[in-house]
């Protein structure tokens, strides 16, 4: 049981590139979210998903998009790249209703310069 | 506007001292407060988790208090251990059928010394 995975782990993108951040999940969790970490800002949410082909916007989607085609998948795609989208970013999944609690990916680290 | 508080920044306790992080939120319609442990390099991980009809809750050495006049829930570690080291955040959500949020604080750092 992989859990949640993400890829790549790491990446260095060029200001104005564009690319997708990967998400899956084998547990069958209906609940998945993106949240990126910055040093002393926590952690915050970027977009979330109650289910295949439910969509939400969080704290901060600005430069974000994301899909739910399927219930095991949930891509971050950026749009046009910028130094400010710099971060550690996290994807997570749960069941539905807050008492499962969340499991996270390890993260990728991304870099625009 | 943030929603949940959290204090110390960062802290340091000695080797089978107590660590305690403190929480305060706004929002009196949160009703379930985790607590994540994230090492380097790794993603955040559930720790332990209360709701507001209860005013503590013990996992082995953590146990999270929690105040529901004050709005402010905490995290204590009893004898604090090197492998303790970790960010550590407080989160709150509302129960609202399936469409539901965490909230996190900006989380501590703890460094437990030997």
């Known amino acids: 049981n992989a859990g949640v995975t993400q890829t790549p782990k790491f990446q260095v993108l060029k200001t104005g590139q564009s690319m997708t951040l990967q998400c899956a999940q084998d547990m069958n969790h209906e609940y998945m979210s993106w949240y990126r970490q910055d040093p002393g800002m926590g952690l915050r949410l970027i977009h979330y998903?109650?289910?295949?082909?439910?969509?939400d916007q969080g704290e901060v989607p600005n430069g974000y998009n994301v899909s739910r085609s399927t219930t095991e998948d949930f891509p971050l795609r950026l749009l046009s790249a910028a130094p400010s989208q710099t971060s550690v970013y996290f994807c997570?999944?749960?069941?539905?209703?807050?008492?499962?609690?969340?499991?996270f990916g390890s993260g990728t680290r991304l870099t625009v310069v | 506007q943030q929603q949940v508080k959290q204090s110390p920044q960062s802290l340091i306790v000695q080797k089978g001292g107590i660590s305690i992080i403190n929480c305060a939120y706004e929002n009196t319609a949160f009703d379930y407060f985790p607590w994540y442990q994230q090492f380097p390099g790794k993603g955040p991980a559930l720790l332990i988790a209360i709701r507001p009809d209860v005013s503590e809750k013990k996992e082995g050495r953590f146990t999270i208090s929690f105040n529901k006049s004050a709005k402010q829930f905490s995290l204590h570690i009893m004898d604090s251990q090197p492998g303790d080291s970790a960010t550590y955040f407080c989160?709150?959500?509302?129960?609202?059928?399936?469409?539901?949020?965490?909230?996190f604080g900006k989380g501590t750092l703890l460094t437990v010394n030997p």
């Open positions: 989160a709150a959500s509302i129960r609202g059928g399936s469409n539901y949020k965490l909230t």
């Open positions: 998903s109650v289910g295949a082909g439910i969509t």
């Open positions: 997570a999944s749960s069941r539905t209703g807050h008492s499962y609690g969340y499991t």
